[in-house]
């Protein structure tokens, strides 16, 4: 008698069409962006992987097609939000929507889909932000909310408000308030400037002997009470 080969049970039919299903089923997908239209807020995307085709000569890899068009979720609402730059090589998560999202896009309006597609490539939704290893960020501060562009940078703490730019020039506020730049403080500046005015001299003409010029005490006071004040406010 031959040996016979064992035939697919119902189990292996259904593990079967279960395997194809994931397989082909489009969820997430990471993407890189190939360009952005600030004014649509859409961009094309080009997805990491590839498509694994067999052929009478063993599996090619297939590059998938750009993703033209995909809306960009943007972190602003009604009243409020945030807009980052977007360019090309930023990296982002991919979502393709349950079903057709061509009408909601033009209009906003609550209705039919436009066709029967469902997690289909031409419905994805681009979100920027994900990484990998090589472009990690390797300064991430897990103590602060932090905003920045560039060298420039608006840090939140549990202790203080810090505003940097690229030139060095900083506004820092915890119970006091720091503002200086990468030669100046401000704090000093006044307390230089007080100096002067409580030092103030005057001369008749060149020729003549120096006649120093003197203030007040309620002046002086004055004086000094500003500069506590501005030592209550400025480091």
């Known amino acids: 008698m031959k040996n016979r080969i064992n035939q697919p049970d119902l189990q292996d039919v259904i593990d079967g069409a279960i395997e194809d299903l994931l397989y082909t089923f489009n969820c997430h997908r990471v993407g890189v962006i190939e360009s952005f239209n600030p004014v649509e807020q859409t961009a094309t995307v080009k997805m990491v992987d590839k498509g694994v085709v067999t052929t009478a000569q063993g599996e090619k890899l297939v590059p998938y097609s750009l993703l033209v068009d995909c809306p960009v979720v943007i972190n602003k609402g009604i009243m409020g939000g945030l807009t980052i730059p977007i360019t090309e090589g930023d990296t982002c998560t991919i979502f393709f929507n349950d079903r057709d999202l061509d009408n909601w896009l033009v209009d906003g309006q609550v209705q039919r889909p436009n066709t029967l597609r469902a997690h289909s490539f031409s419905d994805a939704i681009v979100y920027v932000g994900i990484r990998n290893q090589i472009n990690k960020l390797i300064d991430y501060n897990n103590e602060a909310t932090e905003l920045n562009y560039a060298d420039n940078k608006l840090s939140i703490d549990a202790a203080k408000i810090s505003l940097l730019n690229s030139a060095g020039a900083s506004i820092v506020a915890d119970s006091k308030l720091e503002i200086k730049n990468a030669t100046q403080n401000l704090k000093d500046i006044i307390d230089e400037f007080i100096g002067v005015i ?13 006649i120093t010029l003197v203030i007040d005490t309620p002046t002086v006071n004055a004086l000094g009470a500003l500069s506590t004040n501005l030592g209550e406010l400025l480091k």
Do not use: F
Request: proline letters at 15%.
């Open 198 to 210: 409580t030092n103030l001299k005057t001369v008749d003409n060149p020729a003549s002997p120096t």
